[in-house]
């Protein structure tokens, strides 16, 4: 067959650059190392904003309750919801996440009475009525569901769009040799 060709040998610099890839490749743990700051960093800012896209505001209740405190931030970053987020790094994953109980619920949102009901004992107390007038009310149980209203999800455990670009980034870098 008649025709033109051409003849590409790789040398052993392109052999060893393909090697460090082969090798880098079957243990991703530092690039997903730093995959895993980097969600966990964007995951904090959620809770700095305020939710991305924005959390539904906290009801009155709750708002007089919390003393101007933003949302899912009682304790800040000082072991709250917040401060209990931690980036862990595996060969072939990254995993962001916390070890609190109550984060599913602020992360999918739970119907009022969706756990059930519990018997809460009431303390004698003294109570105002409208009038003015007080009423010594006398202790006693009460049936409450839990949780006693409707909690709106706010997604906190998100990976951003913009946090894609530095994922990509810190892949290739890893698996070329060539830092981010």
């Known amino acids: 067959m008649a025709g033109a060709s051409i003849e590409i040998r790789v040398d052993d610099k392109v052999k060893e650059l393909f090697a460090g890839m082969q090798r880098r490749m079957a ?15 964007s995951v904090i800012r959620n809770f700095e904003e305020g939710g991305r896209p924005r959390w539904k505001p ?15 931030m009682r304790q800040g970053f000082a072991g709250g919801l917040a401060g209990s987020i931690h980036a862990k790094a595996y060969r072939d994953r990254a995993v962001v996440d916390t070890n609190k109980i109550y984060a599913a619920v ?13 018997t809460a004992r009431v303390r004698e107390h003294v109570r105002r009525l409208a009038s003015g007038k007080e009423v ?27 946090d894609w670009e530095e994922i990509r980034e810190a892949l ?7 830092s981010p």
């Open 172 to 178: 290739a870098g890893y698996i070329t040799g060539v």
């Open 27 to 41: 243990g991703l743990t530092p690039a997903m190392k730093i995959i895993g700051e980097t969600v966990r960093t």
């Open 106 to 118: 602020h992360q999918f949102g739970a119907k009022k009475g969706s756990f059930g009901t519990v």
């Open 58 to 72: 906290l009801s009155p209740a709750t708002l007089a309750r919390r003393k101007g405190k933003k949302i899912l």
């Open 136 to 162: 010594r009310v006398r202790e006693h149980t009460r049936k409450t569901k839990i949780p006693w209203g409707d909690i709106p999800a706010r997604p906190f455990l998100m990976v951003q769009d913009e």
